[in-house]
């Protein structure tokens, strides 16, 4: 195939030009991009305190705000142990309750600037059977596209009681 150079500098102009705007487009011209609000989660942390093997399931709230200019996108919910599952509450819908193992390919939700949901924690005191009494320290973290925070740690903790 004999191509002319001036065929083979078109085409090298054209392909280092999409690059480029590949490159921009990705990586969204120095900004935070189309999702890049600021996570705020209050409380980050709950004292369960003493709780009842046999009471039930615990469940606490915590306020969720995006105080950024932008969208924030909260891409996964994941806890720390099979006993505390989580989930996000905005408006009138409920994500699953998520668990150890957080199904990132069909679950999100976009919160706008100034929004608000709130992070529901649930913990099951018999989860682990009777030799799970005693202290615990659970985990639930939270992934946003806040670049400053992508990731957020509320925390439970308590003493499981018989």
């Known amino acids: 195939m004999n191509l002319s150079k001036r065929t083979i500098y078109i085409v090298s102009g054209v392909t280092i030009a999409g690059l480029i705007l590949a490159y921009f487009l990705i990586f969204g011209f120095g900004n935070k ?3 890049a609000g600021e996570i705020v989660v209050r409380p980050m942390e709950y004292d369960l305190g003493n ?3 046999s009471g039930g399931i615990v469940q606490r ?4 705000e995006n105080r950024g200019e932008e969208n924030l996108k909260i891409s996964s919910i994941k806890t720390s142990c099979g006993c505390t599952k989580a989930q ?3 408006g009138g819908n409920k994500s699953k309750k998520f668990g150890m193992h957080p199904n990132t390919l069909t679950w ?5 600037p100034g ?3 709130t992070l ?7 989860a682990h059977g009777p030799e799970g009494t005693g ?3 659970r985990a639930v973290w939270i992934k946003s596209s806040d670049s400053d925070r992508e990731k957020v740690e509320v925390r439970i903790q308590g003493n499981v009681t018989r």
């Open 88 to 90: 996000i509450i905005r």
């Open 115 to 117: 929004g608000k949901a």
């Open 135 to 137: 202290p615990f320290r």
């Open 61 to 64: 709230e915590a306020n969720l």
């Open 33 to 35: 991009g189309t999702f």
């Open 51 to 53: 709780v009842q093997y």
């Open 120 to 126: 529901r924690i649930f913990y099951d005191p018999a």
């Open 108 to 112: 999100s939700e976009t919160i706008p």
